[in-house]
């Protein structure tokens, strides 16, 4: 089973930084697409970012200028350089990866536990 690993929420001030990052582990084969998404009390899932394999990005418009997704393969790893933190920012964030794995057929979609990030005015 693959297992995603995230740190570096917490509680900042607006127009601060964070840096989030996520590890999987566990008995992999490849790694596809990452990204990161968040949910807002009361709101639905979003997509907030995403980096494929050749590393090309996609963001929310949302997020697009602040955020910066990016990845370290040999690492098994995905971060979200988040700048200028809004108070519509805070939401628990979540990593995903798609990702194959030895034993299993095809590649899945995971997700890591997510991680708070509260933004303050």
């Known amino acids: 089973q693959m297992q995603l690993v995230e740190s570096g929420g917490g509680l900042v001030q607006a127009g601060d930084s964070l840096r989030l990052s996520c590890a999987a582990s566990g008995r992999i084969l490849s790694i596809g697409t990452m990204g990161w998404y968040r949910q807002a009390p009361g709101k639905e899932r979003e997509m907030v970012a995403r980096?494929?394999?050749?590393?090309?990005?996609s963001y929310a418009d949302s997020v697009k200028g602040r955020f910066t997704i990016s990845r370290d393969d040999a690492k098994n790893t995905v971060y979200l350089q988040m700048s200028s933190l809004r108070p519509e920012d805070t939401a628990v964030y979540y990593c995903n990866a798609v990702a194959s794995m030895q034993s299993i057929t095809g590649y899945r979609n995971y997700w890591g536990q997510g991680t708070q990030v509260t933004v303050s005015s």
């Open positions: 980096i494929t394999s050749s590393r090309s990005t």
